[in-house]
């Protein structure tokens, strides 16, 4: 089992920056590939980022790609999510994501999902 805690959501005005973390427990956290989504209110979940087990590649929706950036610290069993520049259009809950599977761009892939962080971005 591994147990996943996000953090670092809140409001912010367009153009502005947030940081999310997510807090993995459980069993080794070096084994799973791991991403996040988010999810608007009335939408379906949808991929925004990954990174591999390793931290050495990522990937990233069309809608976030140069705007976000995900990165992976072992040591610390904890995975980040940069947002830079953001939009109105971001406002989410963003969920953490953790699979046994090489690399994460599906729901249907996830293992182990966290409880959910609001990020609310106003024009």
């Known amino acids: 089992q591994v147990q996943l805690v996000e953090s670092g959501g809140g409001w912010v005005q367009a153009g502005g920056s947030l940081r999310l973390s997510c807090a993995a427990s459980?069993?080794?956290?070096?084994?799973?590939?791991m991403g996040w989504f988010r999810q608007a209110p009335g939408k379906e979940r949808i991929f925004v980022a990954a990174i591999t087990r390793g931290g050495s590649a990522s990937g990233y929706a069309d809608s976030v790609k140069g705007r976000f950036t995900i990165s992976r610290d072992n040591a610390k069993n904890t995975v980040y999510l940069q947002m830079n520049g953001l939009k109105p259009e971001d406002t989410a809950v963003y969920f953490c994501?953790?699979?046994?599977?090489?690399?994460?761009?599906?729901?249907?892939?996830?293992?182990?999902w966290g409880k959910g962080t609001l990020v609310t971005v106003s024009s």
């Open positions: 994501a953790a699979t046994g599977a090489l690399f994460l761009r599906t729901t249907d892939q996830v293992n182990y």
């Open positions: 459980g069993r080794a956290f070096s084994s799973y590939a």
